[in-house]
């Protein structure tokens, strides 16, 4: 299966836009002060947990937007698609399903039972 490098890149744009605006969305709602501000605990107990989702959201959304960044410069490199850990081709079927990943399924398996 031949590799479809500008709908990958196109999907890697794509997905950094959303990410982007989803990071500066979430950056001003996880800086509002909510908890403690409540009239009954139970309310700040709601408050603090909507307040750690969100944060939560937010860091996983850095770090996607980091893949996604580091996997456009690894096409401006000419290396897009080749993993960095043994620089064999990475499988169509896997770019597709996840266009940023810098590793291919042998060396992403190695890495997770480390």
């Known amino acids: 299966m031949p590799i479809p490098y500008e709908r990958l890149k196109h999907a890697l744009l794509t997905e950094k836009a959303a990410l982007t605006e989803?990071?500066?969305?979430?950056?001003?709602?996880?800086?509002?002060?909510?908890v403690g501000y409540g009239t009954h605990p139970a309310d700040d107990g709601t408050d603090a947990f909507d307040q750690a989702r969100d944060l939560?959201?937010?860091?996983?959304?850095?770090?996607?937007?980091?893949?996604?960044?580091?996997?456009?410069?690894?096409?401006?490199?000419?290396?897009?698609?080749?993993?960095?850990?043994?620089?064999?081709?990475?499988?169509?079927?896997?770019?597709?399903?996840?266009?940023?990943?810098?590793?291919?399924?042998?060396?992403q398996s190695k890495r997770e039972r480390r």
């Open 22 to 34: 989803q990071v500066e969305q979430l950056d001003v709602v996880v800086r509002e002060p909510s």
């Open 56 to 107: 939560a959201v937010q860091v996983n959304a850095e770090h996607t937007l980091q893949l996604v960044n580091d996997a456009l410069a690894r096409f401006d490199k000419g290396t897009y698609g080749l993993c960095i850990d043994c620089g064999r081709e990475i499988d169509a079927a896997r770019l597709l399903a996840l266009p940023y990943t810098p590793l291919c399924l042998n060396c």
